[in-house]
T-cell receptor
Framework: GDSVTQMEGPVTLSEEAFLTINCTYT??????LFWYVQYPGEGLQLLLK?????DKGSNKGFEATYRKETTSFHLEKGSVQVSDSAVYFC?????????FGSGTKLNVKP | DVKVTQSSRYLVKRTGEKVFLECVQD?????MFWYRQDPGLGLRLIYF???????EKGDIPEGYSVSREKKERFSLILESASTNQTSMYLC????????????????FGAGSRLTVL
């Protein structure tokens, strides 16, 4: 069945460091891919999305490219801030169903 | 701004009690979902609904039921709460299959943290 695998956390970085959170997926057909972010005590918010191969989603300095050949959708940011500390979820949508990774906690230290 | 509202942010219940978690969306979305979130397990789908009065089991429906009498409201019911149902419950909604792929994203509520003693 469809599934999403993302790197385990927590990931701890210093402010202004480069961030990569790996995400790979298994799916039939042509899924859409997403990154969601969850700040402490809140629900999930959509961070970015890509709907077809080679699309790049971007928002708030975060980017991810839909790579069909490697079935990946890695999240990157060039310079993280303390305010980026949160849990990040990779997800895919296929037909009417959504599948989530287990989440990666990011801690950014000043 | 579009919203998914979960009426209770924090609940404390006793084992055996009946628990209702309410979720309302104002986006005229066809699909609504209930997930539970537990440390190390990510999000697991309990039930979803793609239309009024329609429901489908997700990955972990045991011990739960749902009700969708109106398009905007999707309720999760724990008939007899147990301690292993202590969790964060997240409601979400999305457009239906007919929507353009790029528009079909999940919008989440803020979550309901349930503790069963």
């Amino acid at each position: 069945g469809d599934s999403v695998t993302q790197m385990e956390g927590p990931v701890t970085l210093s402010e202004e460091a480069f961030l990569t959170i790996n995400c790979t997926y298994t799916a039939t057909g042509y899924p859409s891919l997403f990154w969601y972010v969850q700040y402490p005590g809140e629900g999930l918010q959509l961070l970015l999305k890509a709907t077809k191969a080679d699309d790049k989603g971007s928002n708030k300095g975060f980017e991810a490219t839909y790579r069909k050949e490697t079935t990946s959708f890695h999240l990157e940011k060039g310079s993280v801030q303390v305010s980026d500390s949160a849990v990040y979820f990779c997800a895919l949508k296929n037909f009417n169903k959504f599948y989530f990774g287990s989440g990666t906690k990011l801690n950014v230290k000043p | 701004d579009v919203k998914v509202t979960q009426s209770s942010r924090y609940l404390v219940k006793r084992t055996g009690e009946k628990v209702f978690l309410e979720c309302v969306q104002d986006m005229d979305h066809e699909n609504m979902f209930w997930y539970r979130q537990d440390p190390g397990l990510g999000l697991r789908l309990i039930y979803f609904s793609y239309d009024v009065k329609m429901k489908e089991k997700g990955d972990i429906p045991e011990g739960y039921s749902v009700s969708r009498e109106k398009k905007e409201r999707f309720s999760l019911i724990l008939e007899s709460a147990s301690t292993n149902q202590t969790s964060m419950y997240l409601c979400a909604s999305s457009l239906g299959l007919a929507a353009l792929s790029g528009a079909n994203v999940l919008t989440f509520g803020a979550g309901s943290r349930l503790t069963v003693l």
